[in-house]
Structures are given as C-alpha cells and as structure tokens.
C-alpha cells in the first residue's frame, strides 16, 4: 500500500497487485469521516487485502466505486465490502456490462484463477447517470461515462470539482501491455482524444495498471493502440502462427516489458476476427 495526500484531508491509499493478480491497482480515499474504495482488484486474497486495509483505518466504509466493466476491477469487491451494508456504485453502463459478462467471465476466469476467483460476485447496487457527483465522507465524486473503450462499458471518477485527481480505470496502462479484445479501439481512441481535451494537464491519474501518471500519456497509449491495430492488420493471417508471433514481436518491440503481456497475446485472433483478417475466430 502507497498513500499520498490529495488535499489535506484526503488521502489516497493504492493496493497494487502482483502479477498472480494482473498488477492491478485498487484505491481506498480516506476522508476526514469514511472511506471510498475504488475499485475492487480480482482476486480473493487482494480483496481480503484491501478490507484489512479498510479495518486499519478505523474509519467506516461508505462506498464503494467501480470504473469500469473488467473483472480484475470489480471481481474482489465482495471481499472489499464484506459485511458492511454500503453501496456499489457503477453507471448503468458498467452495471449492465458486469451482468451480461459475468457468466463468461466465470468461465474463462475459474479454470486460470481457482478459488481465488471469488465464487460470489457483487453487482452494482446503485446506478449513476453521466456527469453525476456524489458527496461521499464530505467529499466529492463526478463521474465521467466515456461507453465502450478499453472495455465495453468505461467510465472515470474525479475527486473534487477541478479534476485534478482522477480515477482512470484502465485508458492508460503506464507502459504495461494493453487488453484490446472487446473489439472497442476506435471508441478507446476517441476517449483518449477526449479525456487529453477535457482534463487538466496536471491532473493525477491513478490507473488501474501502475501509475500515477498525468495527461501526458495519453498520446502513448493512443501509439500503443494504434500500433497493435496496424500489426494485426498487417500480418500475414494466411500463417496464423507465423502472424501472432509477428505482433508480439512489434509490440514488444515499441513497448519492451512483458508486463501484462498475456493481455495483449489474448487480444491479437479476436482483433484480426475484428479486422476480417483470415478465417480466424473470436477467441
Ligand atoms: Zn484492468
């Protein structure tokens, strides 16, 4: 756990993951009365984790805020909330994209993650139109619903009115390799157009992957995104193992970590089956 102070009477606590969990960040904001978490991580242990945290700040949790519709985001929120009758607090959006994934998201996640994938989830219990702030512990949270992007349904939360601070989600991944799979990149490229217009430069993004970082990186996420798209594109899908290898070769050549690395391999056949590249199957 890392803390820093947002203003003198907030604090921002991030729970970071090791890679057993995607290296995923999850936030706690501790306020003068309360606690918000952001974010939930995926597995059990972590969000064991971060109820402890919460238990050692002696200060009641009051809610709970998740940004968008993965679930190494809202996977562990069961644990994070655990007996406290508080709210999940989602856009329609995100709530609805949680729901519909949920049992394929099960599927896919059980046989790599064990029991560490939470047996039970829980769903948003509120909802929240765009736009919408929220007095939480005494402080404020705006949220901004940005629709599909890097996920089906993305949203950012701001912490007071000058969105200074901003929970991210995942528009930015601090240089890790990127999960491009839901087949939303031109939106995720509009959003991140959007986000560099309407955010302040000096802005604190806390992301979901790493970071802090500032507006400053979205223009590498867009080279990243744009990258990704050209290599699958320009691979040869008449060798679909020849092909794959090509993209990893060039996106580990622009970005030269094997951070999150499966996450990008797992994106590259449904993004050729995006792109109407071969016979290659949504994977
Ligand atoms: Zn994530």
């Given at each position: 756990m890392t803390q820093e102070a947002a203003t003198p009477e907030i604090r921002i606590h991030r729970h970071s993951t090791g890679p057993g969990g995607a290296l995923v960040n999850a936030y706690?904001?501790?306020?003068?009365e309360?606690?918000?978490?952001?974010?939930?991580?995926?597995?059990?242990?972590?969000?064991?984790a971060l109820r402890a945290r919460v238990e050692s700040l002696g200060k009641p949790l009051v809610a709970m805020l998740v940004t968008h519709a993965h679930p190494d985001h809202y996977g562990g929120v069961v644990e994070v909330v655990g007996p406290d009758d508080?709210?999940?607090i989602a856009t329609a959006g995100v709530d609805a994209v949680i729901r519909r994934d949920d049992a394929l998201k099960e599927e896919i996640?059980?046989?790599?993650?064990?029991?560490?994938?939470?047996r039970e989830r829980t769903f948003p219990s509120r909802t929240v139109a765009d736009g919408e702030t929220l007095e939480l512990g005494g402080a404020r949270f705006s949220v901004l619903d940005l629709g599909p992007g890097e996920s089906p349904h993305d949203s950012i939360w701001s912490l007071g009115d000058e969105r200074r601070t901003v929970f991210l989600g995942d528009q930015v991944y601090d240089r890790k390799h990127a999960y491009l799979a839901d087949g939303f990149h031109e939106e995720w490229l509009a959003n991140l157009e959007r986000?560099?217009?309407?955010?302040?430069a000096d802005a604190t993004l806390q992301i979901g992957h790493g970071g802090p970082v500032t507006?400053?990186?979205?223009?590498?996420?867009?080279?990243?995104?744009?990258?990704?798209?050209?290599?699958?594109?320009?691979a040869d899908w008449s060798q679909p193992t020849t092909a794959k290898?090509?993209?990893?070769?060039?996106?580990?050549?622009?970005?030269?970590?094997?951070?999150l690395q499966f996450l990008m391999e797992l994106s590259i056949e449904p993004m050729a089956a995006r792109l109407g590249l071969g016979n290659v199957r949504p994977g």
């Open positions: 706690l904001v501790e306020t003068s309360g606690i918000v978490a952001v974010d939930g991580t995926l597995t059990v242990s972590d969000g064991r508080v709210p999940v996640l059980r046989p790599m993650f064990g029991e560490e994938w939470p986000l560099k217009r309407e955010l302040p507006p400053a990186r979205f223009d590498e996420q867009r080279e990243y995104v744009e990258t990704f798209v050209d290599a699958v594109r320009s290898a090509a993209v990893v070769e060039r996106m580990t050549r622009l970005l030269p970590t094997d951070e």
